[in-house]
Nanobody
Framework: QVNLVESGGGVVQAGGSLRLSCAVS????????IAWHRQAPGKQREWVGE???????YYADFVKGRFTVSRDNAKNTVYLQMDSLEPEDTAVYYC?????WGPGTQVTVSS
């Protein structure tokens, strides 16, 4: 059974940074792709980025250069480093493996 749990969300001022974690069980992150998505109030959930099987990161244009996806194989955990945060980044952030989702973690960026 696959289980994903996000953590690390919180409130940060514009221009600040946060690092989200996605602790994964039931699947090995080192040989699988894990994606990050977000959903802002009143908006559809959108893809933010992902790390593929060989460790390459891919990003949506609106976060490119500001967000970085990485992983720790020993901890079976995937991270989303978010820098230069903007109020528009306020959302619930989710990690995903195929059709399995975590419960999400809230990120609020104040202006």
């Amino acid at each position: 059974q696959v289980n994903l749990v996000e953590s690390g969300g919180g409130v940060v001022q514009a221009g600040g940074s946060l690092r989200l974690s996605c602790a994964v069980s039931g699947v090995t992150v080192s040989v699988n792709s894990i994606a990050w998505h977000r959903q802002a109030p009143g908006k559809q959930r959108e893809w933010v980025g992902e790390i593929n099987k060989v460790g390459n990161g891919y990003y949506a244009d609106f976060v490119k250069g500001r967000f970085t996806v990485s992983r720790d194989n020993a901890k079976n955990t995937v991270y989303l480093q978010m820098d230069s945060l903007e109020p528009e980044d306020t959302a619930v952030y989710y990690c995903r493996f195929l059709t399995e989702w975590g419960p999400g973690t809230q990120v609020t960026v104040s202006s």
